[in-house]
């Protein structure tokens, strides 16, 4: 069964104190690793998707990375308003991780 | 587009109900997904479609539990009777495989409470 899991469950940054949040998969047959942002009381928003090892895509002040086993968001330099719960996917119908909530304080 | 539409936004309900939320997926879209959102366990996959016809419904918790997709824009999500351990946000989202290759959209949810 596909399996992803998220490190840490909750991390909290200073204002501009850049880090990484981790996402472990086992998944037969890769078809993306997706990352997704949710806010208090919305649903989920997508970010960005990863299909293949050494891929990496970035937005804003984050970038996604991926190898054979495990993705990263790294968040640099963040701001409080990306304080928000980060939350990784992978499989064909998106078996999600438990996510990483993540308070950025100013 | 105006998304993925759930209604309704907020219910309270009293156990022993019949609950029933409702979902209008994006235009186009021929996948439609029911997901349910709990602190302890997470987002978890109920039941999706593809072209409105049930392709894996092993998410379902019990029979209490139904998911109907008439048409395309249009599907609900029934629990007959309620209990208090239902009560979760309900996320529905869909996809156009096509386009979009496995990458979901989701509503705003419904959060539902049982008493």
């Given at each position: 069964e596909d399996q992803v899991t998220q490190s840490p469950e909750a991390l909290r940054l200073q204002e501009g104190e850049s880090s990484s949040l981790n996402c472990s998969y086992t998944v037969s047959g890769l078809r993306g690793l997706f990352w997704y942002r949710q806010d208090p009381g919305k649903g989920p928003e997508f970010l960005f998707t990863l299909y293949s090892a050494g891929e990496e895509k970035e937005k804003e002040r984050l970038k996604a990375t991926l190898t054979k086993k495990e993705s990263f968001l790294h968040i640099t330099a963040p701001k409080p308003e990306d304080s928000a719960t980060y939350l990784c996917a992978s499989g064909y119908a998106l078996n999600f991780g438990k996510g990483t909530s993540l308070l950025v304080t100013p | 587009?105006?998304?993925?539409?759930?209604?309704?936004?907020?219910?309270?309900?009293?156990?022993?109900?019949?609950?029933?939320?409702?979902?209008?997926?994006?235009?186009?879209?021929?996948?439609?997904?029911?997901?349910?959102?709990?602190?302890m366990r997470g987002l978890e996959l109920l039941i999706y479609f593809n072209n409105n016809v049930p392709i894996d419904d092993s998410g379902?918790?019990?029979?209490?539990?139904?998911?109907?997709?008439?048409?395309?824009?249009?599907?609900?999500?029934k629990i007959q009777p309620s209990e208090p351990r239902d009560s979760a946000v309900y996320f529905c989202a869909s996809r156009d495989e096509e386009v979009d290759g496995n990458t979901i959209y989701f509503g705003e949810g419904s959060w539902l409470t049982v008493v």
């Open positions: - | 587009d105006a998304g993925v539409i759930q209604s309704p936004r907020h219910e309270v309900t009293e156990m022993g109900q019949e609950v029933t939320l409702r979902c209008k997926p994006i235009s186009g879209h021929d996948y439609l997904f029911w997901y349910r959102q709990t602190m379902m918790p019990e029979d209490r539990f139904s998911a109907k997709m008439p048409n395309a824009s249009f599907s609900t999500l």
